[in-house]
């Protein structure tokens, strides 16, 4: 019966995920993946532009999960959708602005509504009871199945046999014996589990696969909604946050300097969208200002990135200034000393 049978598997990427479809995989059920995108995903982008990052692999965890299990991955654009889980989750926020059970309620959902579409049966996660202290507790896992509308229908196979039976156990499409009761924080037992199955080099748990679990990150969003006075974002935004120092010297407008090269060639990129300062009398980074300005705060903010050049000594500094991409004048200023920065102007 359970060759008839079809699940889809939520992959993020990591390794629970990719043990929770081997583990139904082996069982002779047919498993596709679905991994949603919302643009808070911690893996590629810095990884990619960060001089510190160059060693760590230049892969998307979800492809590669999908192909050491030999299954089709469909991954989904959620970023518009996601939005609102962000801005109003119903079940609050974790630490920090990870709205972590509303976020899997949504996934959970999303699949639920691919599954019926293209008439698979069951619906499959990595999640692990104790995990996580916002979304995978014993008493919030039965809010996920219900909220989500999946109900029986969502099968966690690494700690199934700590819950009640779910549907494709009761009708025997998978054998409940063959499934896990791993619980806590602990990893050894997924890692010992990856081994008997073969599986190395697999992505190690950083604390969390989002950024909106990073207490440093959070509070760039926060002062991004603070000066817009709404909660909007768009990709860009989202984007630039992970990227470069940022320092509000003005309730008006930010200033993002880039900490390195790679940094720089990428904030580069949105030279045409923002004023952009970029130092040529001394090695430094480049800028961007974030806000409406006038000719008094773009030269305020040119002090600031004279500070964090090669010429931080000197008496002055040269920048080379660009409007949204308009024709590039020049100034020359003091770089600001550095006792003379506030602490709260770095956001």
Known sequence: MSQNRKAVA???????????????????IHVEGINFYTGFCVEGHTHAIRKKDRNKPKRNNALWSAEQLGMK????????????VVYNPRHGYGANMNPCLDCKIFMVQKALEWMQAHDFDFIITGEVIGQRPKSQRKDTMPVISNESGADDLL???LCARNLPETRPEKEGWVNREQLFDFSGRTRKPQMALAASLGFEDYAQPAGGCCFLTDAAYSIKLQDLWKSRGEKRYELDDIMLLKVGRHMRPREHFKVIIA???GEGKFL???RKQFVCLDTVSHAGPLALIDG?????????????????SQGRSAESVELEVSDHGAEAYRIQVAPMPAHEIPQGWHV
């Open 10 to 28: 939520l992959i993020s990427g990591g390794l629970d995920s990719l043990l929770a479809a081997k583990v139904i995989q082996d069982q002779g």
């Open 73 to 84: 991955l469909h991954i989904v654009d959620i970023i518009d959708e996601y939005k609102d």
């Open 155 to 157: 099968l966690r196979p």
């Open 259 to 261: 900490r390195e090269e």
């Open 268 to 270: 580069r990129g949105y």
């Open 292 to 308: 409406e300005v006038t000719r008094q705060d773009i030269e305020l903010a040119a002090q600031l990135v004279a500070r964090y």
